[in-house]
């Protein structure tokens, strides 16, 4: 059974770009959720969507948004970058509330 | 409001010691709470969780952690450490048990001396 997978896994944009990061779910799960990993802030989290619906969202600014697609595949948007995005950005899924949820590999984004 | 706080950013131990990465919740509601591991250049792993049933949670690898209310405490263990076991761990919590909004620690680096 395949895992969460996130593509890119690398990338470099420009201040001032945006950028779209992608996640495939597990098979089965509608749940999907977003984490931005930095080494000052931690782990933070970004939204979750269930079924295409957003259901809880982070205290990020607006150039940050996501959404879920029919077959729960996942994408997160970033507009306008500044430097402090770069940072690992993580996707992880589950079947729902109250289950295990699981977690990609990451997308490395670098803002220069 | 939910928050975490795990206590050193580093631990090293000798290959064969204890293990004890310590962390402490806060919480205005019955807590679920979870210890992640994360390899190098990798995403987090689940290693155990505590969802209101047994207070001594076990998990992978060795390890288990114990739920204590009163000290508002929720330390991993392990008896005894092995090489691959260096990494980074992560305490979280979650929000009104919904684990996809999760709450996490800074994070405890554990190093493993041969």
């Known amino acids: 059974k395949a895992g969460v997978t996130q593509t890119p896994r690398y990338l470099i944009k420009t201040r001032g770009q945006q950028v779209t990061l992608s996640c495939s779910p597990i098979s089965g799960h509608r749940s999907v959720s977003w984490y931005q990993q930095t080494p000052g802030q931690g782990l933070q989290f970004l939204f979750e969507y269930f079924s295409e619906t957003q259901r809880n969202k982070g205290n990020f600014p607006g150039r940050f948004s996501g959404r879920q697609f029919s077959n729960s595949r996942s994408e997160m948007n970033v507009s306008t970058l500044e430097l402090g995005d770069s940072a690992l950005y993580l996707c992880a899924s589950s079947l729902g509330t109250g289950n295990t949820i699981y977690f990609g590999e990451g997308s490395w984004l670098t803002v220069v | ?88 761990y992560f305490c979280a919590v979650s929000i009104g048990g919904s684990q996809g909004n999760l709450i996490f620690g800074k994070g405890t680096k554990l190093s493993v001396k041969p």
């Open chain 2, 1 to 88: 409001a939910q928050s975490v706080t795990q206590l050193g950013s580093h631990v090293p131990v000798s290959e064969g010691a204890l293990v004890l990465l310590r962390c402490n919740y806060s919480s205005s509601v019955p807590p679920y709470l979870f210890w992640y591991v994360q390899y190098p250049n990798q995403g987090l792993q689940l290693l155990l969780k505590y969802t209101s049933a047994a207070t001594l949670v076990k998990g992978i690898n060795g390890f288990e952690a114990e739920f204590k209310k009163s000290e508002t405490s929720f330390h991993l263990t392990k008896p005894s450490a092995h090489m691959s076991d260096a990494a980074e």
